[in-house]
């Protein structure tokens, strides 16, 4: 797997604008990646030592279009924990 390739979009929520609080950031990331092939990809992108990865699927959700029932697509997202002196700057101009 291509680690260019890993990190999909940076996830920008209210939530995520707290956890940013404790040096905590959320990623999409790619479905098939591992937790140490994420924290090599944040690493490498990012210029930063993550301590921690956190790893969830997001189940899908049910919606309707019309008469229609239907599934959101699942996807994973990836928590990283980075050290207290050391921030991601693509978040912060957000």
Known sequence: M???RIILEPVVTEK?????ERHQY???VDARANKFQIMQAVARQFSVHPLKCNVITVRPK???????????????KAIITLPSE???AIFEGA
């Open 26 to 28: 959320t990623f999409r």
């Open 62 to 76: 049910p919606k309707r279009l019309r008469n229609r029932a239907g599934l959101t697509s699942s996807w994973k």
């Open 2 to 4: 291509i680690i260019e």
């Open 16 to 20: 995520t604008n707290i956890m940013r």
């Open 86 to 88: 050391e921030k991601i």
